[in-house]
């Protein structure tokens, strides 16, 4: 039984079968194709003795077809039943599903992706893969070409039962994603039933230590970040490269600017921005040299040589960015282990993320910049005169830049690039205190952004004896008067936005 919606190597794979004495049966298009091939096949309406009626939507439901799938022809009555039933029991099943995911994800009206649910594909999968030990169930072209090497031998236990299982997980990972679309047609934020399935990709060498198992998986829908990134050169990524590389890529993405960030243990030591990617290298590199080392790198543009030749001049584990050019290319090569992720922005859009914790996963929609618009021109000048054009493009940048840092998170800024960065801290104090030893004398003239209120003007009081012009940071704390006096009183400029960036 042949019935697929992906046609690649249907011919291929016909042939073969003819040619080792299969008898094919097939519906639709696809028996179609297989006989402009001038290769012979039975149509399923001539084993059912029953047309195709529905628009295609009933044709293998039928028990001539289901029996002879089912049978388990180890036993006796099985056998019989089909002997007088006059029903032939099947050896192979190729089935693959309707495009429904690809449908969705053309914009098709919602009666258009109704109909790309498959219902006859599915319970044809299911029972081949039921009756494993008597039928061989194939799902993907992929598992053609093993398929037809082996044909003429025996298919031992293990090869059917391995069949089976990617049988199996092809109608999981289908039913689930057509379940996840019908819950979003109810609420696009928390539906209240979420499923989803991946597949391994690759086997890590480790996992964030050398005695913990790793392995990376991938989702058919996810979206095509990191997990998807196309390695041009250098070592097999290992697991920590992977969260590093993830949280680099978001980190430089948030900008609309050309964008350098470095990222060590999924906190930046390194961002800036600038006209060109040479420029904002160096300038990243210069807001903490020591911990760039062996850092993994991101950015927002194609790579290129100017950017490349500094780069090379680092060790770095990994550089992560929408392309390279050939220049780029070559410099980058010399570095043998220099891991090369090719790899697209985050998608625009109200998306969601997860996160795993014991017993449950937890949901919500992604801190998007590009949705939530805390812009200059909708904070709230609360101490001091407006800034000059030159620092509220460093308060503009230094408020996105201190999203990627772990809470709590103070980030110093001057000539829009990171000089200080106080990040992962259980107190904000810690976090102003590390930020400006960091930056040391960078720190005086520089602005400050803080990922969330200051509860007490403390944090603020050791900025200000650092030397900072002006601050930026969310509001709403019940002592946020206390922190406005403080700054009139040192005569910065300070600025509310309403809004927090924590990152946990």
């Given at each position: 039984?042949?019935?697929?919606?992906?046609?690649?190597?249907?011919?291929?794979?016909?042939?073969?079968?003819?040619?080792?004495?299969?008898?094919?049966?097939?519906?639709?298009?696809?028996?179609?194709?297989?006989?402009?091939?001038?290769?012979?096949?039975?149509?399923?309406?001539?084993?059912?003795?029953?047309?195709?009626?529905?628009?295609?939507?009933?044709?293998?439901?039928?028990?001539?077809?289901?029996?002879?799938?089912?049978?388990?022809?180890?036993?006796?009555?099985?056998?019989?039943?089909?002997?007088?039933?006059?029903?032939?029991?099947?050896?192979?099943?190729?089935?693959?599903?309707?495009?429904?995911?690809?449908?969705?994800?053309?914009?098709?009206?919602?009666?258009?992706?109704?109909?790309?649910?498959?219902?006859?594909?599915?319970?044809?999968?299911?029972?081949?893969?039921?009756?494993?030990?008597?039928?061989?169930?194939?799902?993907?072209?992929?598992?053609?070409?093993?398929?037809?090497?082996?044909?003429?031998?025996?298919?031992?236990?293990?090869?059917?039962?391995?069949?089976?299982?990617?049988?199996?997980?092809?109608?999981?990972?289908?039913?689930?994603?057509?379940?996840?679309?019908?819950?979003?047609?109810?609420?696009?934020?928390?539906?209240?039933?979420?499923?989803?399935?991946?597949?391994?990709?690759?086997?890590?060498?480790?996992g964030e230590n050398p005695h913990q198992?790793?392995?990376?998986?991938?989702?058919?829908?996810?979206?095509?970040?990191?997990?998807?990134?196309?390695?041009?050169?250098?070592?097999?990524?290992?697991?920590?490269n992977f969260v590093d590389a993830d949280c680099a890529r978001r980190a430089a993405f948030d900008h609309p600017e050309p964008c350098i960030a470095i990222i060590k243990h999924a906190n930046p030591c390194g961002i800036a921005i600038s006209d060109d990617l040479a420029t904002a290298f160096g300038k990243a590199l210069k807001t903490d040299e020591v911990s760039a080392f062996g850092g993994v790198v991101a950015s927002n543009r194609f790579i290129d040589a100017a950017a490349a030749k500094l780069m090379s001049e680092i060790f770095f584990e990994v550089i992560v960015a929408p392309g390279f050019d050939e220049a780029a290319l070559e410099i980058l090569s010399t570095k043998e282990n220099l891991r090369l992720l090719q790899v697209a922005g985050p998608h625009p859009g109200h998306r969601v993320e997860w996160r795993t914790i014991s017993g449950g996963v937890l949901m919500q929609t992604v801190d998007n910049v590009s949705v939530y618009h805390d812009e200059p021109e909708n904070w709230e000048l609360v101490a001091g005169k407006p800034v000059s054009a030159a620092e509220l493009a460093d308060l503009e940048f230094a408020f996105r830049a201190v999203r990627a840092p772990k809470s709590n998170a103070i980030l110093l800024a001057k000539d829009t690039a990171a000089v200080g960065i106080g990040m992962g801290q259980v107190n904000r104090v810690d976090a102003a205190r590390l930020a400006t030893w960091r930056a040391g004398d960078r720190a005086k003239g520089s602005v400050c952004a803080s990922d969330a209120f200051f509860p007490f003007p403390d944090a603020l009081e050791v900025l200000l004896k650092a030397g900072i012009t002006a601050v930026v940071h969310p509001g709403g704390s019940k002592n946020d008067q206390a922190a406005i006096d403080l700054a009139k009183q040192a005569g910065i400029s300070m600025y509310l936005t309403g809004m927090r960036h924590f990152s946990h």
């Open positions: 039984m042949i019935s697929v919606s992906d046609k690649t190597g249907l011919i291929e794979l016909a042939q073969a079968l003819v040619d080792n004495g299969f008898e094919i049966v097939s519906t639709g298009s696809t028996a179609s194709e297989i006989s402009n091939a001038n290769l012979p096949v039975t149509l399923v309406s001539d084993v059912t003795k029953f047309p195709e009626i529905l628009d295609g939507r009933v044709k293998t439901l039928h028990p001539a077809i289901h029996a002879g799938v089912l049978a388990d022809l180890s036993k006796s009555e099985h056998v019989e039943t089909l002997k007088d039933a006059e029903i032939a029991s099947f050896d192979l099943v190729v089935v693959n599903l309707y495009p429904f995911s690809e449908t969705v994800s053309a914009g098709a009206t919602f009666e258009d992706c109704i109909e790309q649910i498959d219902i006859g594909g599915p319970t044809l999968i299911r029972a081949a893969a039921k009756n494993f030990k008597n039928v061989v169930v194939l799902v993907s072209p992929k598992q053609y070409p093993d398929f037809m090497a082996a044909i003429g031998t025996t298919f031992n236990f293990e090869v059917r039962q391995r069949f089976a299982a990617e049988a199996f997980a092809h109608t999981a990972t289908y039913d689930s994603i057509v379940a996840r679309w019908f819950a979003r047609q109810e609420s696009n934020d928390a539906p209240n039933w979420v499923g989803a399935t991946y597949n391994k990709k690759q086997t890590l060498r480790y198992k790793a392995a990376l998986y991938v989702g058919e829908t996810s979206e095509p970040g990191v997990a998807k990134a196309k390695v041009i050169g250098g070592k097999e990524m290992s697991y920590n």
